[in-house]
């Protein structure tokens, strides 16, 4: 087994229509449901943008509302160093973040378009490798697996 079949993928930012100055609705990273892992990324891929991005950071709280928001009184994980630009087209990136230091127990990329003529693309996936490996689809929340 390789190890990137032992990982477990979940969504962070589904596929969606464009977004125009406002915030992308964001997935609640649960970690209990990625327990043991030491690390996770956050992996983001843009689509076409006219814009710089207005807010790209992850986030952390004790507490959640719902599966999109974070309750309590959210703390800054990380932000972008630089947010994405009206040049950033098709281009990815990533947020990793070091599990082994004190966290919260849940996490949320944060993403809010800027105010263009369209706006832009995003969708984004958290990446960790929990303690339980497994290569088996279900296990790692995926659609399925396959393998050549």
């Known amino acids: 087994m390789r190890p990137i079949q032992e990982t477990k993928i979940l969504p962070a930012i589904l ?3 464009i977004v125009d100055n406002a915030a992308f609705v964001s997935q609640v ?3 209990n449901d990625i327990e043991g892992a030491g690390y ?3 992996l ?3 689509g076409a ?3 710089a991005m207005a807010v790209l950071k992850v986030m952390e709280s004790a507490v959640k509302t719902d599966a ?3 309750g309590g009184v959210p703390v800054l994980v990380k932000a972008a160093t630089a947010l994405p630009g009206a040049t950033d087209d098709n281009k990815p990136f990533v947020f990793g973040v070091d599990l082994r230091s004190p966290r919260e127990r849940y996490l949320q990329l944060q993403a809010t378009a800027g105010d263009g003529t369209a706006g832009t693309f995003l969708t984004a996936v958290a990446i960790a490798r929990p303690g339980r490996l497994s290569s088996v689809a279900a296990v790692r929340n995926l659609l399925f697996a396959e393998y050549v």
């Open 68 to 70: 999109t928001t974070l």
């Open 44 to 46: 983001g891929q843009l």
């Open 29 to 31: 990273i649960d970690l």
């Open 15 to 17: 596929p969606g229509a």
């Open 49 to 51: 943008t006219d814009v």
């Open 40 to 42: 996770l990324e956050f």
